[in-house]
């Protein structure tokens, strides 16, 4: 399976929110990793076609989304930062709707995705009683729904307890096999627990993709290649705050 991003822009007035992004993904899942503005959320909404860009080719599968945007959404699974649902419904009337739009999703798998979510016991609570936390899990479950190929989470553990994010990080490596799965975050944790390669965008741009490990060994040591001295100097400074007294930081 493979996701090939060549040439990608978008801007909003006179700002570019991503500029000449290229990349190709295998399966796995890779965190996309950034200070604010940088790109990652308007990154996840092109391959998500929820925003259409202003230049570049995007293929998945070898299949044009230009040309195939039904069969590739049918593929996918999005985890948007703002859910719009009714509050009126339950998590689970959502979940049971969303299903019925996609052939390949069952009963079991909602209860699975319910039950590994620990969402069971509100599960039939309207979503105006549940907390920020549960409405993301029940995010995250209607982004799994189906079993699709690809799934793009922006920020899917933000707002939620120890507990909730080890249950998603399970989760997520259960769906790992076969499939490529992209999550957005600010934290250096989040990328470590679970993701086997990391994009770092900076004001639009890529300036690394490979693994977590490589990415904190070239900072470390000044190696640049295509990388700015101000996206190094970033990652530094929000992954190391006191790199200049020696402390390091362990990639696991």
């Given amino acids: ?25 295998t399966s796995g ?41 039904q069969s590739i959404r049918s593929q996918v699974g999005y985890l948007p930062q703002e859910l719009h649902f009714p509050n009126y419904l339950s998590g689970r009337q959502i979940l049971n ?15 699975d995705l319910l039950i590994t979510l620990g969402l069971q016991k509100i599960s039939n609570k309207p979503l105006s009683s549940l907390s920020h936390g549960e409405m993301r899990l029940i995010g995250i479950a209607q982004a799994l729904l189906g079993k699709p190929r690809l799934i793009l989470l922006d920020e899917p553990i933000r707002g939620l307890d120890v507990k909730e994010r080890d249950r998603v990080f399970s989760l997520l490596r259960r769906n790992q096999q076969g499939r490529l799965i992209l999550y957005t975050t600010h934290d250096v944790e989040d990328i470590t627990r679970i993701a086997d390669r990391v994009i770092l965008l900076f004001g639009g741009e890529v300036v690394f993709y490979g693994a977590v490990t490589d990415l904190y060994f070239s900072a470390q040591n000044g190696k640049e290649g295509h990388n700015k001295p101000a996206s190094i100097a970033w990652f530094l400074n929000a992954v190391v705050p006191d790199i200049r007294n020696g402390d390091s930081v362990r990639f696991e």
């Avoid at 959320?41 to 202003?54: E, Y």
């Fill in 1 to 25: 399976m493979e996701l090939k991003i060549e040439k990608l822009s978008k801007s909003f007035g006179t700002r570019f929110a991503l500029k000449n992004v290229n990349l190709e993904l």
């Fill in 29 to 69: 899942c890779v965190a996309v990793f950034g200070p604010n503005g940088s790109g990652k959320t308007t990154l996840l909404r092109c391959l998500a076609t929820v925003l259409r860009p202003d230049n570049g080719h995007l293929w998945f599968d070898k299949l044009s989304y230009a040309r195939n945007m």
């Fill in 97 to 111: 709707y969303l299903a019925a739009l996609k052939e390949s999703c069952t009963a079991e798998q909602i209860e």
